[in-house]
């Protein structure tokens, strides 16, 4: 399969939306670069998923702009915005009466070019065997299904790969694994990635630049070198500390 092309720069320019009387996303103004591959990290309700939405319109905001590439992302209309991008979230989202051949190849049924000899090449991309094809969804693990989510997600050659909490649901060796094998189709295909996740450790392994979010608003935005050097605030600090704390746990139980 030939390398996709670099993604598109993603820009959030005074980005806010509210829920009643509570700030989700308050005034965020930032800039991620074509090829990046940018971790949103903060603790549940700090508004990284909600940010991560606005991108393929799944959230609207309130006030501001969202662009990619320099076109606002609110200027087409959404079924095709989102065909451009790539979307895995937790849950995966499978649909339980369709092949796995067959939901990898739904993004490109839907845009009017089916291609079923695509979804086997997908399936070779995620490390998989090309016989799953003929699988149902609930043949597969946990880990089996998340790798079929990439691979729909990736079908269309999109530039832009979203990642809400992905690896949330798998257990630990399957998590490693796969995450792995996501940040390798990232350099590999020359994506620009936005991953959603609350454990820092994760962040720290795999991005190239991490953003941490509190109540809405960003409040540290460094490579991972930085972090862990010590920069970013006190924020950014307090969650470095959490892996730095378990390893040193792990390493007092050493005999």
């Not at 959030?12 to 940018?38: C, E, H, N, P, Q």
């Amino acid at each position: 399969m030939p390398a996709l092309s670099s993604g598109p720069a993603v820009a959030f320019d005074r980005v806010g939306k509210r829920y009643g009387d509570a700030a989700a996303i308050d005034d965020v103004s930032l800039t991620i670069d074509a090829g990046m591959f940018v971790a949103l990290v903060g603790a549940s309700g700090s508004g990284k998923s909600t940010l991560l939405k606005t991108v393929n319109r799944l959230v609207t905001p309130d006030s501001g702009h969202v662009t990619l590439n320099g076109n606002d992302v609110a200027a087409d209309p959404a079924p095709a915005l989102r065909r451009r991008i790539g979307y895995v979230f937790q849950d995966v989202g499978l649909f339980p009466h369709m092949s796995v051949g067959e939901n990898i190849a739904l993004p490109l049924r839907l845009a009017g070019t089916p291609d079923a000899a695509r979804a086997e090449t997908m399936l070779d991309l995620v490390e998989l065997p090309r016989t799953m094809a003929a699988r149902m969804p609930a043949e597969l693990s946990g880990g089996q299904r998340q790798r079929v989510g990439v691979a729909r997600a990736l079908v269309t050659r999109p530039g832009l790969l979203l990642m809400d909490e992905p690896f949330g649901a798998l257990d630990p060796v399957t998590r490693e694994s796969l995450a792995g094998a996501v940040r390798r189709l990232h350099d590999e295909l020359r994506l620009t990635t936005i991953m959603v996740t609350h454990d820092m450790a994760e962040a720290l392994l795999l991005a190239m630049r991490v953003v941490v979010m509190a109540a809405g608003r960003v409040v540290a935005d460094a490579s991972p070198a930085t972090l862990l050097a010590g920069g970013g605030g006190a924020a950014a600090q307090a969650l470095v500390a959490v892996p730095r704390t378990q390893a040193a746990r792990l390493a007092a139980l050493t005999p």
